[in-house]
């Protein structure tokens, strides 16, 4: 299809939706509200394993919450992960490439049952990829701090990221969510890749921080957002699994940084505790408030809001009436 064609896709649901498309919650968090546990190190991954129906079941409720865009539940999915529990690589592959299909299968079928259905207010979602970062893959929470090490560079990033890039294309999603990035050496290494596998579906990259200035790292965003301006197989830019309170201010940061459509998908404002691997709700602000927060978001000019860690269909429910509903102040 080609890159443009397919950012236009996506800019067409974006359009669809009224200007901000929505995307869907915690995945994870809606797994472990049906029971599952996920206190391991494939984390929600071993859903795949465990619980495929599920997997699809948590997909379909998030889309009957009205969500746009599904992230796959391939966050923590490694080859490497599969492998350390005894599975092949070839099968470990397989569990790749489902975790996509699943989404797929999950999407069309929403999708088809509301053909018959006169005057529904879906839109037909897009499937995106998440890819997480090499510290959700280290299962040390990581992904919250960026420290990866001395001995971990662009080419160890670039490996492990490059055969489970491969691999998820050839399920054939919509776009590739990489998500809670928390460094600019994994962004870079991201992009030389997208360039590489000369990836023809829109990606988009998220970062966490833990400050509300910075990313996790510590290091500025300006020079983060800089490095991604310069790739056109980067669609979208913004923050995930990040406190909410932090949201607004970055937005109107990163406007300024980059013309690339903002993406916001903060958690809930709990913190992780990577031992017990639970989140602690220091500071939630429930979801009477995180409705009230994206509208501020989509008024301040993201253009895909959802929900991470702690979020639920619950959640997305209320977003996505608020945002299709109620009009954009314009000033
Ligand atoms: C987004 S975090 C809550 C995912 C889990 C983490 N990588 C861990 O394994 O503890
Ligand atoms: N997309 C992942 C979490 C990213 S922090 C999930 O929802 O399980
Ligand atoms: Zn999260």
Redesign the pocket.
């Given at each position: 299809m080609g890159i443009k064609k397919a950012k236009a896709l996506l800019n067409e649901l974006i359009e669809k939706a009224g200007g901000c498309a929505v995307m869907?919650?915690?995945?994870?968090?809606q797994?472990e509200k049906h029971g599952a546990c996920i206190n391991d190190p494939l984390?929600?991954a071993l859903c795949l394993i465990e619980d495929p129906h599920l997997v699809k079941m948590v997909h379909l409720e998030y889309l009957e919450a009205g969500a746009d865009i599904l992230?796959s539940?391939s966050?923590?999915a490694t080859l490497p992960g599969f492998v350390s529990r005894g599975f092949s690589m070839e099968e470990a592959e397989a569990f790749l490439r489902k975790s996509v299909k699943l989404a797929i299968d999950a999407r069309d079928k929403f999708w088809d049952a509301n053909q018959g259905i006169e005057g529904h207010n879906y839109n037909r979602a897009l499937v995106a990829a998440?890819i997480?970062s090499y510290g959700?893959y280290l299962a040390d929470g990581s992904?919250y701090s960026g420290s990866y090490g001395p001995g971990v560079t662009i080419d160890t990033l670039k490996d492990f990221h490059r055969r489970r890039l491969q691999v998820i294309l050839e399920a054939g999603p919509d776009l590739l969510?990489f998500?809670?990035i928390p460094n600019k050496q994994e962004a870079q290494a991201i992009v030389e890749l997208l360039e590489d596998e000369n990836v023809q579906i829109p990606s988009w990259i998220c970062f966490?921080t833990a400050d509300g200035e910075h990313a996790s790292s510590g290091e500025s965003f300006e020079e983060c957002i800089q490095l991604l301006n310069k790739s056109d197989k980067v669609a979208a830019v913004g923050i995930?699994?990040s406190p909410p309170q932090f949201i607004l201010t970055l937005i109107e940061k990163f406007s300024k940084l980059t013309d690339k459509p903002i993406t916001v998908y903060p958690?809930s404002g709990g913190t992780y505790d990577v031992t017990t691997k639970t989140w602690l709700p220091s500071k939630c602000i429930g979801d009477e408030n995180f409705e009230i927060s994206a509208v501020k978001w989509r008024d301040a000019g993201a253009k895909i809001i959802g929900g991470?860690?702690e979020t639920t269909p619950v959640t997305i429910r209320s977003l996505s009436k608020v945002l299709k509903t109620d009009p954009k102040v314009t000033s």
């Open positions: 869907d919650g915690g995945f994870a968090t797994l984390w929600s992230v539940s966050y923590q998440s997480g959700a992904e969510a998500e809670t966490s995930n699994c958690n991470c860690c």
